[in-house]
Each structure stands twice: as C-alpha cells, then as structure tokens.
C-alpha cells in the first residue's frame, strides 16, 4: 500500500531564509504524482506545486521548489526567501496511477512551518 | 479562492445526530473527492464521485453516505453521530482529464459532535 512519511512535525526558520521540508514516499507503481498543499491556521487547503514520477525535471512554482530523487522516493519542498506569511502546515501527498477511474490522494502527517521574524 | 465551495462553514451538534454536509466543485470539475481531517487520523480519502456515479471508497464509515447529483454538487451525510466524528471535512474537486489533476480542497466544514 502507498504511503507517505514526513518526519518533521514542526522547523523553525529564519525569514529571508530557505527551508526544505522532507517527505518520502512508499509506492511500487511506476506511475504516480506527488503534491505539496499548505494549510494556514485558516484551516483551507492551498495547492503549491506538483511533481509526477516520469517527469525529469524537479518542479518549480515561484518560491517553491520540488527536489525529486527518485531511487531514493523522497520529494522534498524547498521554500526559498521565506516569509511570515509562509508560516503553516505542509502537507505531501501522492496519488497513483488512475485506479478504478480515481486519483484519491494519501497525505503525510504534515509538518509545521514557523517563520521567525 | 480555490472556486470550490462548501456549506455550512461550522456544525455543532449531538451525538446520534445526522448531518448533511454541501460542496460544489469549480465550474467544468466532473470529479469531487471526500476527505475528513481529524487529529488523530490526519487527512484520510472517504470517497469520490465522478459525473454522478460513484468511482472510489476510501476510509468511509458504514454511517456515512454520499451522492453527486446532476448538477454536478455533491453531499456528505453523515449519521448516528459519534464524538470521534468531530473532524474537518474537506470535499475537492479536479478535472480529471489528463494532466495533473491536481486537487482544489473547499475551505472545509468542521464538524464538532458533543
């Protein structure tokens, strides 16, 4: 079964400052997507940026990017010149190949992301 | 603003309650997906509606049903209320027609049983 694993519950970070947050993912599909959504204390759920399996390029949205290494099934999303407002949950997720016509995404437990002025 | 919506925005109610949860999906989004955020579970997948028919089961309780009617929202019922039923749930709604079908989550309707 998929599974995705996210081993910081909370980092701290400078603001100006990059941040990379790890998530590794568990899935013997060829086929898959990973996501990054971010979840401000507001509670809505904000997609960022999206990488899938047969793609060569890592990711790239503004401020953030995916660091992809595939052998090693870990997606981690780097923040750059981080800001207050970045201050959140950071959510990863995968969805598998289109199974029984759906892309149900599994999500990692999160991490908090605490932007220190 | 993700362009999807959900009502009510909070719920507060009883144990052995029934709740009806909305969401309407973007315009042109077929696919709306259920998901239920507790903390204890995390974000779990409850089901997905796809064009009215049901196309994947997640994690979704026997008290718990859902439907996706013609005009395309969909409603989350959920009944004989438990308090580990207190959670946020999210519907999300995707194009699901190629490319990365990513997923606009609603703001969310949480839920509190007492």
């Known amino acids: 079964a998929q599974k995705i694993t996210q081993t910081q519950p909370g980092m701290f970070v400078q603001e100006k400052e990059a941040v990379t947050l790890d998530c590794t993912y568990d899935t013997s599909d060829q086929s898959y997507g990973l996501f990054w959504y971010k979840q401000p204390s507001s509670g809505e759920m904000i997609f960022l940026i999206y990488?899938?399996?047969?793609?060569?390029q890592n990711a790239t949205e503004g401020r953030y990017s995916l660091n992809f290494q595939k052998a090693r099934k870990s997606a981690n999303l780097v923040i750059s010149a981080s800001q207050l407002g970045d201050s959140a949950m950071y959510f990863c997720a995968m969805r598998l190949a289109f199974q029984a016509g759906s892309y149900q995404l599994t999500f990692g437990k999160g991490t908090k992301l605490s932007v220190i002025p | 603003d993700s362009g999807v919506t959900q009502t009510p925005k909070h719920l507060i109610t009883a144990t052995g309650q029934r709740v009806t949860l909305r969401c309407s999906p973007r315009?042109?989004?077929?696919?709306v997906y259920w998901y239920q955020q507790s903390l204890d579970q995390g974000l779990q997948f409850l089901i997905h509606y796809y064009n009215g028919e049901e196309r994947a089961k997640g994690n979704i309780l026997e008290r718990f049903s859902a439907q996706q009617f013609p005009d395309l929202h969909s409603e989350l019922n959920l009944s004989s209320l438990e308090l580990g039923d207190s959670a946020l749930y999210f519907c999300?709604?995707?194009?699901?027609?190629?490319?990365?079908?990513?997923?606009?989550f609603g703001p969310g309707t949480r839920l509190t049983v007492l």
């Open positions: 990488q899938g399996s047969y793609d060569e």
């Open positions: 999300a709604s995707s194009v699901t027609s190629g490319g990365h079908n990513e997923q606009f």
């Open positions: 315009s042109g989004d077929l696919s």
